[in-house]
């Protein structure tokens, strides 16, 4: 099954305050596992970042000033995320902001039905718990230094970490019959598979080997 890591950064909280999206981040995910495929842009939002959101973030008005406006992205975004579910923490406000975009160029609402929300996972697991990325990042020890800023990309390959802990499945395997598990990114999964060719010898190389041991060491366990 292929799903995709998604987050997004905004020039504020609330669409209905005109805010829009900045920036995009997604990562594949084949059988739980990444592979090379990653989307990712800066996005002119043709208005000022409100303060609060450049805390946040961190990206200036001048920055997104010369980044393509999602019109000129939303159709290599929409080819991306096509048929495949979605893993988002708080999936409400990305897609209220992905969504608010789309319906400004008249395309279609992404579907909440294919949507995973981790948040919700996390509050069903640990009620009365925080549920925030870090500290779910400091529940299951995993590495959150580099996330100083809200980047999209950062926080994907954080939240598909959270997101395999979440379901219980710290341990993804390959389907090795699967020929596009050739595009896998075999940096991300090397320390978690090894796989090796064994090869049989055949009669005539067993026979060889048994002279050899006959001749040579006389005196073996093999003999």
């Known amino acids: 099954m292929k799903e995709v890591v998604l987050d997004t950064e ?5 669409v209905k305050e005109g805010h829009r999206v900045v920036e ?31 805390k946040v973030h961190g990206y200036t008005d001048k920055f997104l000033l010369t980044k393509k406006k999602f019109k000129e992205i939303v159709d290599d975004f929409l080819n991306f995320i096509n048929n495949k579910r979605l893993i988002i923490h708080n999936a ?5 902001h992905l969504n608010n ?24 697991k640990f009620p009365g718990s925080s549920t925030s990325l870090d500290a779910l990042c400091k529940r ?34 390959l389907d090795f019959q699967n020929q596009e598990n050739d ?6 999964i090397k320390d978690n ?19 050899y041991l006959k001749i040579n060491l006389k005196k073996n366990f093999f003999n």
């Open 140 to 173: 299951y020890r995993i590495d959150n230094s580099k996330r100083i800023q809200h980047t999209a990309l950062i926080d994907c390959e954080l939240l598909y970490k959270v997101y395999i802990n979440l379901i219980d499945q710290k341990e993804p395997t």
């Open 24 to 54: 995009i981040g997604c990562i594949e995910l084949e059988n739980l596992i990444p592979t090379s495929k990653k989307f990712h842009c800066y996005l002119n939002p043709e208005r000022k970042v409100s303060e609060q959101a450049l």
């Open 183 to 188: 595009n896998l990114d075999i940096n991300l």
């Open 101 to 124: 975009e789309l319906f400004l160029l008249g395309k279609n609402k992404i579907d909440k039905k294919n949507v995973v929300d981790t948040l919700e996972l996390a509050r069903d």
């Open 10 to 14: 905004t020039t504020g909280l609330s």
């Open 193 to 211: 598979l090894y796989c090796k060719k064994v090869i049989k010898p055949t009669s005539e190389e067993v026979q060889l080997h048994k002279n």
């Open 92 to 96: 409400e406000f990305d897609l209220s």
